[in-house]
């Protein structure tokens, strides 16, 4: 097995890696897809490295020059715990020339496709400000951020499983990929919009995200827990509580928790 249920934590740990057919058959199939019009959905096209590649940056190219034609975003995934070597591309200078690399190939085969990186939970601060001024820097400046990837932190959990190899979604990562948000939100002065991702099962759980100052929300670990009736749900309840806050646009929310942290600290002095 490679992926396994921690029901008592209401978590997955997975080491899939980047499973896939190869590019030529993918890119036949979500073509065949757009041209009998039955993709009727956002399709953002996650780019990795092989497993044993020699040249990184070369298979992110690859990535763009296939499939920027039929993705509606890119995303430059950096964070995978499952793929050796894969991480240390989010060092600033290994970061910064991927993204200009990527984003060269981005504007000659499709300008107008949104370019975002996906970070993992698992970063210093110093690695946090790296990442935050490179994304900012005008030379590989990125559309947006996801954040976060799987965690490999083990902290509290319960399931026999836990011993497992991979990375960790869920329940568990929540708070972690949360403050990962907060801290980028900050970092980029909100320049820089954010798809939140980590734990997020419930209404509430997706507000804390948007307030920590994502503007999307993604959700993966829910759906094995409570099946595909949780996203209902989840817009369910957070229309609630943006009534119950009097907020009448999501948008409103989008670093709340920031917003009002200096409006009380302006009260105080």
Do not use: W
């Not at 396994?4 to 030529?24: A, K, M, Q, T, W």
């Not at 990795?48 to 590649?53: E, L, R, V």
């Not at 734990?199 to 999307?216: F, H, P, R, T, W």
């Not at 929310?253 to 409006?263: D, E, I, P």
């Amino acid at each position: 097995p490679r992926v396994f249920r921690l029901s008592e934590d209401e978590g997955v740990i997975n080491r899939y890696g980047f499973n896939s057919d190869g590019h030529e058959v993918v890119h036949e199939r979500i073509k065949l897809l757009r041209a009998t019009n039955n993709l009727k959905t956002v399709l953002g096209i996650n780019l990795g490295k092989n497993k044993t590649s020699a040249d990184a940056i070369g298979d992110y190219v690859l990535g763009v020059e296939r499939f920027g034609d039929l993705a509606d975003y890119l995303v430059i995934n950096v964070s995978s715990p499952n793929t050796p070597g894969l991480r240390s591309l989010q060092g600033k200078e290994n970061l910064s020339n991927l993204i200009q690399e990527v984003v060269k190939h981005r504007d000659i085969k499709c300008p107008k496709v949104p370019l975002l990186v996906k970070i993992a939970p698992d970063l210093t601060s110093q690695d946090k400000e790296d990442i935050a001024s490179t994304v900012l820097d005008s030379k590989s400046r990125v559309d947006g951020l996801i954040v976060s990837n799987t965690t490999v932190s083990r902290e509290g959990l319960e399931s026999k499983h836990s011993v497992e190899t991979g990375g960790l979604s869920g329940k568990p990562l929540r708070e972690k990929s949360t403050q990962t948000i907060a801290d980028m939100y900050l970092l980029t002065n909100g320049e820089i919009p954010i798809i939140g991702v980590g734990g997020v099962g419930s209404g509430q759980d997706a507000y804390e995200k948007i307030c920590a100052g994502a503007s999307l929300i993604q959700l993966y670990s829910a759906l094995v827990f409570q099946g595909p009736p949780v996203v209902t749900k989840i817009r369910r309840e957070l229309q609630e509580i943006l009534e119950k806050e009097g907020i009448s646009n999501i948008s409103q929310a989008v670093g709340l928790s920031h917003k009002n942290k200096t409006r009380n600290e302006n009260s105080a002095t």
